[in-house]
């Protein structure tokens, strides 16, 4: 069981709610925040002397309207069907998880006004696996993620659909099964709803915690190629990383330096004097990405840790104030950052998969005993370019757009949503491009036999060869790289963890 709790919540406890499915609950103090706040407002409500956004007023442009007691309620549900105007693909449902627990934590804090119930619903539908259908188009990450949350908050009331029991299902129907009345938004609930960040935020969880696994197979795949490629190890010798001490470049080389120890071929003679870039800068770019994904954790962790709807309400203060913290800028501009730290790791790996197969060192031409009848990994290389090409294309920055909306009001916007897709296509593509890598260093590595790598390296390749056998006459590689993708997922992290 995991509390919903104003304290600190991490990226680890995050990946372990998601990995061992943990149920949530609100914490005493939450719900202590949470009962202050409203009961604030209602007080308020009771007096309503001066406009308060979004409360006893219209949204956006329509700001200065006034809206009638009577009215609240309509004004709430008006707010969320006319903005569930969302299309495209549907997100994932590991991701639309993040983002009912991400929301939940953003209203726990106690500064939106919402009713106990509503959050209490939120922590239901993840309990249970329900899924809001939400679309992955429709957010400028201006007055937050608009649409999106929009589509996340429908089926609280019975509207929209949500996957349930692996079927796309009514929302009213589902709510019927579990015995739910639909929820009736009150005064501030759905504007709390909708104004937030969670959609791009739940993206930039997703693609950190995919990039930590990624960033530690780059690092083994540079390691079976250092040996595949039959490289010097002074690139990695500690005394060239102290005199330029970058956190990751430090880190990187000490990985490589612990995957290779007690490598046969890394102590046989060389003749090279010295090796590719690609390999020998593998701790000074692979470190300079892991530095950059460091720094994205820490800003995205700020903002899963803070309030980002509007109008925010302080009780002890005895305000509510209208501000600017469903802003996304600050999501755009480090997503934009992670998609091309990211690109950078694939850059790198399909460049040593172009040495490798490239006949140098002693290794045939496209990895292959018969080059010319066979084609061996000729074609790898091409799939890992075509990668490789797309991710530079998703690199473009989306936070550098901004179209004005909203009659103007909304004059700025930051395109965080948009950035936040696309890092989750560069991490795929990554996912892939070093599947690639390994095959091939791995089938590289064939032909420095009966030397052998280290004994962590070859109890990996081993294991590998269970799945995926040596490449000896031509066949279909994409079926190696699925098998090679899928074994990576469930046998690689666990032993180099």
Known sequence: MHQIDPDHLSLESIATILRENHPLELSDEARRRVRHCRAYLEEKMLHPRELYYGINTGFGSLCNIRISDNDIEQLQHNLVVSHAAGTGDPVPPEIVRIMLLLKAQNLCYGFSGVREVLVDRLIDFFNAGINPVIFELGSLGASGDLAPLA?????????????????????????????????????????????????????????????????????????????????????????????????????????????????????????????PYSFRCVPQVHGASRDAIAHIEQMVLTELNSVTDNPNIFPDADLILSGGNFHAQPLALPLDYLALALAELGNIAERRIYQLIGGQRGLPDFLTKNPGLHSGMMIAQYTAAAIVSQNKT????????????????????????????????????????????????????????????????????????????????????????????????????????
């Open 394 to 497: 998703l690199c473009a920055p989306a936070s550098a757009d901004s179209i004005v909306s909203c009659n103007g009001q909304e004059d700025h916007v930051s395109m965080a949503a948009n950035g936040a897709t696309k890092a989750r296509r560069v991490v795929q593509n990554l996912e892939r491009l070093l599947a690639i890598e390994f095959m091939v260093a791995v089938q590289a590595l064939e032909f420095r036999r009966p030397l052998q790598s280290s004994r962590q390296i070859e109890a990996i390749v081993e294991k590998y060869r269970e799945v995926v056998p040596r490449l000896e006459d031509d066949r279909i590689l994409s079926n190696d790289m699925e098998q090679t993708v899928a074994f990576l997922r469930d046998v690689v992290n666990t032993l180099s963890a």
């Open 151 to 275: 589509h996340l908050t429908l089926p609280l009331a019975g509207m929209g659909e949500v996957w349930y029991e692996n079927r796309r299902q009514r929302a009213d129907v589902v709510l019927q099964l579990r015995g739910w009345e639909p929820l009736t938004f009150k005064a501030k609930e759905a504007l709390a709803m909708l104004n937030g960040t969670q959609f791009s935020a739940a993206y930039a969880v997703w693609c950190l915690l995919e990039s930590r696994r990624l960033s530690a197979q780059a690092d083994l795949n540079a390691a079976i190629g250092f040996d595949a490629f039959n490289c010097r190890l002074s690139p990695l010798n500690e005394r060239i990383h102290q005199i330029r001490p970058h956190a990751g470049q430090l880190a990187v080389a000490a990985t490589l330096r612990q995957w290779l120890a007690g490598s046969a071929i890394a102590d046989a003679e060389k003749t090279s004097v010295q090796d």
